[in-house]
């Protein structure tokens, strides 16, 4: 359908008398000039539209009175309001206003929200990991946005930042708790707001089927222990037998010193600076893992050494493990967390009571419960608890003597 050309225009004038109004102004079909103020844009936009109509024959329709509440000036918004809406119904486009229409704070661009975000983070004890992981999902999501304010950020800008169909649902799940935290504390922010609301919140949360844990079963964990007793002096030893046979966490293990390992006690100290939850725990050693420990805290082999990753990955691929699927069809995949899987299972099948492996990993009782029943039988947790060294190797070595 042609639009017709606008013959009348609203200027924004200031009076003699040092009055700002705004000016409709254009000619009438017979060339007379029309320049009359108003105090309200509302009203200079309703008299345009007046006049634009009687220029063009279009017809005025019939004025309906009714008794109202509304001021007139409300009333002429109203007007307004469903000529601009061109047929469509007012009330919709009230709600979608109400559900993304956040009032006016102060304007804080998104890069500099979240350098203070990740400052304030950092102040807070948050731990390196914690924070290297909010600068990336966050960051990610700034850097598509960068003229952007915080307050002008919608949810459909969210919604296409997680919902992206290249994500996996653990994925999306992590980048909207991230975004979550970084709008939330933006929101929240003392003595000033940087957006009303939090964005993130009207987002619903991504649904995660949890897979049952992948183990190593015991040919491979058998492969596994040579690889890092052959490979470089045994310089990933510790580093695979606290996460095989203690079932320790790889971020806690990262954090772990000599310090906190007692051999003669046969127990690893968790504290509260090196556990995942801030929660102190007691680890035990079981007996295997002492003997293949021992001859490394004589020589103080380093829990992680400066080539740790790389050192670990030649560790992998010589027990047939690989990182990814891709890099290698003759390599089975290695997933995240699977030598704690493995140790959590079988210290299950072992002990039969939940409660106590619950307490030995670091968990809950239901999450062992739910996730670890039933993985191992009995038979082959025996196998898994007697693999130990070779017996010329696996004198208990008094520490006190040493």
């Known amino acids: 359908m042609a639009t017709t050309k606008s013959r009348f225009r609203i200027i924004i004038f200031t009076n003699p008398s040092g009055e700002t109004v705004f000016r409709v102004t254009g000619f009438t079909k017979d060339g007379q000039r029309v320049r009359q103020n108003f105090t309200t844009d509302i009203a200079a936009t309703i008299r345009q539209q ?51 229409f956040r009032e006016a704070s102060i304007r804080v661009p998104l890069t500099e929200a979240l350098s203070q975000f990740i400052a304030a983070k950092t102040a807070g ?41 290249v994500l996996s649902p653990v994925s999306q799940s992590n980048i909207r708790r991230a975004l979550h935290a970084f709008f939330e504390w933006c929101a929240t922010r003392k ?48 580093y695979v037998v606290l996460g095989l046979f203690c079932a320790i966490r790889p971020t806690e293990l990262a954090r772990l010193s000599w310090n906190e390992i007692d051999l003669q006690a046969k127990t690893v100290t968790i504290g509260t600076k090196l556990a995942k939850m801030r929660q102190r725990r007691i680890v035990e050693i079981p007996k295997n893992a002492v003997q293949f420990l021992i001859p490394h805290a004589l020589a ?69 419960q739910r996730h670890y029943k039933g993985l191992v039988n009995k038979q082959d947790a025996k196998a898994f608890w007697a693999i130990a060294p070779n017996t010329a190797d696996a004198k208990i070595i008094s520490l006190r003597a040493a």
């Open 191 to 238: 003595p000033q707001a940087y957006c009303v609301g939090n964005p993130v919140k009207s987002i619903e949360p991504v649904k995660v089927d949890r897979d049952e844990p992948q183990i190593l079963p015991l040919d491979g964990v058998k492969r596994l222990v040579q690889a890092a007793q052959e490979h470089k002096q045994g310089v990933c030893m510790p």
């Open 50 to 100: 007046e006049l634009e109509s009687q220029f063009h024959g279009l017809p005025q329709g019939e004025v309906n009175l009714v008794s109202t509440r509304l001021t007139k000036d409300q009333v002429a918004e109203a007007e307004l309001a469903y000529n601009q809406l061109n047929g469509r119904p007012l009330l919709p486009a009230v709600r979608f206003y109400l559900d993304n």
């Open 300 to 368: 103080k082999t380093p829990l992680k050494g400066k080539n740790a990753r790389r050192d670990f990955d030649a560790v992998k691929a010589a027990a047939g493990y690989g990182g990814r699927a891709a890099e290698n069809a003759a390599l089975k995949h290695w997933t995240a967390d699977i030598m704690r899987h493995t140790g959590i299972s079988h210290h299950l099948a072992q002990h039969q009571h939940e409660g106590k492996t619950a307490s030995w990993a670091g968990n809950s009782p239901d999450v062992i």
């Open 125 to 165: 004890n948050n731990r390196p990991d914690t924070i290297r992981s909010l600068e990336y999902k966050v960051g990610a999501f700034v850097r598509k946005h960068p003229e952007k304010s915080v307050g002008e950020i919608l949810p459909d800008h969210i919604s296409e930042e997680i919902h992206r169909k």
